[in-house]
């Protein structure tokens, strides 16, 4: 049973952070009815665009985010990104449902505590890697794993902060990039084994109650550690699918308990050999799976509110091969455009999502995605090239 938004009985869903797929999510738990919230530390946030209610606080500052949470009663909390203060979840969670949970949003959100978890707990394996928290420590660091490798701040996503060494003369510049991009007040670093992988996939898992479940696998290219595009089918073979299968399933296991429901973005490389390395993993929809809204009857934002709600999830089989194509800006503005009519003029099944991201700075952004379907990835890049979108 659910009720209805602004009514006495409205199930009230907070989400923490307001991005792309918070705005998708938001959107899907409006189609059953569900009360909104959304906070972030942006004015003006994509999903808190389209939410019921919406909030502008720093949410890694714990009196803020209390207050808010104190304020709205969610009856659940959805951590939409990674930059709040987790010690307020963890506190909030005695009393509000947590999707999935607080631990495993803590862990994930740490390369450490998740590596460390794949590796050492779950069989996973992982590239060679090692810690570093301080300059000094990132040179031995650098000389234990070799070059070329690749250091990222122990906190941070999108490709923030994160270099591929391949000269030692330049350690001191990669540990101040990562330091200038880490989140939080954490140092450390990891570094990493550089892997010549030949492909690179999202295998997204759900988690329903001690049940476990897949989607069809998602293969993606990246860019400067960002995502460029991703499709589905993923054209990997049999054998390192059950591999990444058995490593997501071992993960899931360990981050949640048996009462939990949740779904899960877990990044693997796979190299020629079949060798199936475990990257990392998000707690939450995945920004590589937006593909789904062209390929599956139900999207990933669809099953997680079903999910959210309590309701049985849904058909996430594979319909329509298709590609995401993410639409990025280079140039500063508060005022961007799109010129998106071309490209809705060929002949290719072709729809739009533009975020609603009201500027653009660091000259780069993530504005949208491009979902064609029936199209491959070539086909896709080669469009999106023509029409310079
Ligand atoms: N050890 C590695 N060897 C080769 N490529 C790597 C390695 N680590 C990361 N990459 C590349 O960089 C991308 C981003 O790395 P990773 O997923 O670890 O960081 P992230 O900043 O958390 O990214 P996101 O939040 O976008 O998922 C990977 O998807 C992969 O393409
Ligand atoms: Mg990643």
Known sequence: MIGSPYCKNAYKVLLLGGGELGKELVIELQRLGVETHVCDNKD????GQVAHFTYHINMLDATELQTTIDNVKPHCIIPEVEAFNIDVLKE???TIKVFPNARATDITMNRQKIRDLAHLECGCQTTNHEYADSEQALFT???KIGMPC?????MSSSGKGQSILRNRDEVSKCWKYAQDNSRGNISKV????FIEFDSEITLMTLYDHGKVSFFEPIQHEQKQGDYLLSSQPAQISE???AKAQEYATNVVNKLCEPEDRGIFGMEFFI?????????????RPHDTAMVTMCTQLYSQFTVYAHMITNLPIPDTKVYFPGVSHTLLKFENTDNPEFHIEPILETDRDVSVR???KTNVTNNRRRMGVVLFRNTSPDQAKSLMNTFAI
């Open 354 to 356: 533009l975020f609603g």
């Open 92 to 94: 909030a969670e005695k």
């Open 150 to 154: 690749v250091i990222k701040p122990l």
């Open 271 to 283: 190299t020629l050999s079949d060798t199936v390395y475990f990257n990392e993993v998000s707690p």
């Open 239 to 241: 054998t390192a699918l």
């Open 44 to 47: 003006m946030s994509p999903a």
């Open 141 to 143: 660091a650098v000389d």
């Open 190 to 193: 990891i570094v990493e084994e």
